[in-house]
C-alpha cells in the first residue's frame, strides 16, 4: 500500500540545475532513512545522498558541493537540489526509502520508487 513517487526529472543543460522530489504515499506508516541512488547507462547502481531523520547527510564525492538532500519528516517526503549538473550526472534517479507500515505490524522494509530520467547535456 505504500509506495513512492518521484518526479522532477527531464533535460537541462550541462551547468543548469534540477530538484528531484519524492513522496512516501500511504497511511500508518513512518520512514527511517531516506536516500536517493542513481543508474548511468551500462553502470551500477550508486547511492548518491542519503538522510536520516534527524538529518544527517552523506554524499557520493562525486556529488558533494553541487547536490543538497534534504527531507520533511511530517510529510514523508525527500528532494534532491541538484546544481551546477554535469554530463556524467546522466542517469535514472530512484528514491529509496526504509519504511515501517503500521498496518502490517512488522519491521522495517524497503521500498523503492519507479525512478525519474535526469539527461544533461554538454
Known amino acids: 500500500q505504500v509506495h513512492l513517487v518521484e518526479s522532477g526529472g527531464g533535460l537541462v543543460q550541462a551547468g543548469g540545475s534540477l530538484r528531484l522530489s519524492c513522496a512516501a504515499s500511504g497511511t500508518f506508516f513512518v520512514t527511517r532513512a531516506m536516500g536517493w541512488w542513481r543508474q548511468a547507462p551500462g553502470q551500477q547502481r550508486e547511492l548518491v545522498a542519503d538522510?536520516?531523520?534527524?538529518?544527517?547527510?552523506n554524499y557520493a564525492d562525486s556529488v558533494k558541493g553541487r547536490f543538497t538532500i534534504s527531507r520533511d519528516n511530517a510529510k514523508n517526503t525527500v528532494s534532491l537540489q541538484m546544481n551546477s549538473l554535469k554530463p556524467e550526472d546522466t542517469a535514472v534517479y530512484s528514491c529509496?526509502?526504509?519504511?515501517?507500515?503500521?498496518?502490517?505490524?512488522?519491521?522495517?522494509?524497503?521500498?523503492w520508487g519507479q525512478g525519474t530520467l535526469v539527461t544533461v547535456s554538454s
Open positions: 538522510i536520516t531523520r534527524s538529518g544527517s547527510t
Open positions: 529509496s526509502a526504509d519504511v515501517y507500515d503500521f498496518k502490517r505490524g512488522s519491521g522495517y522494509f524497503e521500498l
